[in-house]
């Protein structure tokens, strides 16, 4: 026993999570479609972000009530303060969680109504009225394995900003330990500062990432090429 199949384990657990999540969208997107077309996926979208304030809601009970028990021990309160605080935060995670699932069910249903916008636009663009997605073409085949990478190289990028924040505030509270040794008062405004700094500079690779991939994509290959990246980006995010 140990780690390692505990993680084994847990990857497989997490990978057939999967299973009836997509099931449900597929079941979904295809009645929403046969019964109003585009239109009706749009709706169904509308429908799934209807229920997604409440989630986010109760999902603020998380990080405040964390913040909350945190005080509570630094201020010496009794233990059954951090008991009542840690229920609310399990409660705020929970809920955390089913309301990833209503943005990403909600994501996959409103990028099919785009990618079915975007087609449109292309009909209109070439004068065509049955542009058609092919995957057997080359230009479109690269276009779709590397749209399927994009989300992995934007979940890179965000994962390396939170280390590498993560390792700035190690430093700087390795530091201040050093210095309250010494009789020095905590510096709490300098690992604010550090989070803050960190939450916008990290983000600007990853919101360049999604910005610009696809309009270069489309200026210097295809349409064809833009629509393969804008299907295997869909497909691999979700």
Do not use: W
Not at 99 to 112: E, H, M, N, Q, R
Request: charged content about 10%.
């Amino acid at each position: 026993m140990g780690a390692a199949p505990n993680i084994i384990l847990g990857l497989a657990v997490g990978y057939e999570s999967t299973i009836v999540p997509i099931l449900a969208l597929a079941v979904t997107t295809y009645y929403a479609f046969s019964t109003a077309g585009m239109y009706g996926v749009a709706l169904a979208a509308l429908g799934m972000l209807g229920c997604l304030p409440i989630a986010l809601a109760i999902d603020g009970y998380g990080p405040i009530s964390d913040n909350a028990g945190g005080i509570s021990e630094m201020s010496y309160l009794h233990e059954s303060v951090r008991e009542q605080t840690d229920k609310l935060d399990a409660a705020g995670n929970t809920t955390a969680a089913i309301g990833k699932g209503f943005a990403i069910g909600s994501a996959c249903l409103v990028s099919l109504s785009l990618f079915g916008a975007y087609i449109t636009r292309v009909e209109e663009a070439t004068g065509s009225s049955n542009f058609i997605v092919n995957v057997l073409e080359p230009v479109t085949f690269a276009g779709l394995i590397i749209g399927a990478m994009i989300p992995y190289a934007f979940s890179a990028l965000t994962m390396s900003a939170v280390g590498n924040a993560a390792n700035q505030m190690i430093a700087e509270i390795k530091r201040q330990f050093i210095g309250m040794k010494q009789g020095k008062a905590p510096d709490c405004d300098q690992c604010v500062k550090i989070s803050t700094e960190a939450s916008l500079k990290y983000m600007i690779a990853p919101g360049l990432l999604v910005l610009f991939t696809p309009l270069l994509t489309g200026l210097f290959f295809s349409k064809d090429c833009l629509s393969g990246l804008l299907a295997g980006i869909i497909v691999s995010g979700i």
